[in-house]
């Protein structure tokens, strides 16, 4: 039951939240599922979009269900839990086959990280605003903003539609030379 709420959620606290990852100790053991269940407590009455981005460099350690506690915060609160696995190492085992798992019974995003810049990319793909871009009805691109991801497009009309709050729909014509 080792979980603790180290910065209240409120806006421009981008530094104390960074502050605080700089001067947090990891203490060894994994209460994915227990810290999944103080969520909802932790987010208290805000209200405005909300995600759990869950960054582990393994299972559940402590006897908890975090598949489970992943689907209550869906289904009570629509909090979709990104799940980002630090330094797994490679191939397919079953620490990555749970922490799948929890993204997925949540709406979640599950990637993975083995490096500093490879954990600033899962977390911009994590809790960065999605977006698609179309043409006469069919997707032809998609990603996240903010994300290191190109994509070319040949010259034409476009639309971009931004999974913003709200929802944003932008017309965009693009030349050859763009």
């Known amino acids: ?29 994994t209460p994915l599922g227990y810290s999944l269940q103080q969520v909802t407590a932790d987010f208290g009455a805000f209200q405005g979009e909300r995600a759990v981005v869950l960054v582990t460099d393994g299972n559940e350690s402590c006897g908890g269900d975090p598949v489970g506690a992943a689907r209550a915060l869906q289904k009570n609160g629509s909090f ?3 799940v980002i696995g630090f330094g797994l190492g490679t191939g397919e085992d079953e620490d990555r086959r749970s922490l799948s798992a929890i993204a997925e019974a949540s709406g979640g995003k599950f990637l993975t990280a083995r490096s500093a810049e490879e954990l600033r990319e899962a977390l ?14 069919l997707t032809v691109g998609e990603g ?15 639309l971009e539609q931004i ?11 693009l030349v050859a030379e763009e």
């Open 80 to 82: 979709p839990v990104h």
């Open 124 to 137: 911009s793909v994590s809790v960065g605003t999605a977006f698609r871009v179309s043409r006469t009805g």
């Open 163 to 173: 999974d913003s709050a709200p929802p944003r729909e932008l017309p965009v014509g």
């Open 144 to 158: 996240t903003l903010g994300a290191n991801e190109l994509f070319l497009l040949p010259a034409g009309d476009y």
């Open 1 to 29: 039951q080792d979980s603790k709420l180290l910065v209240p959620f409120a806006a421009g606290n981008h530094q104390l939240i960074r502050e605080a990852i700089v001067g947090y100790k990891p203490r060894g053991q």
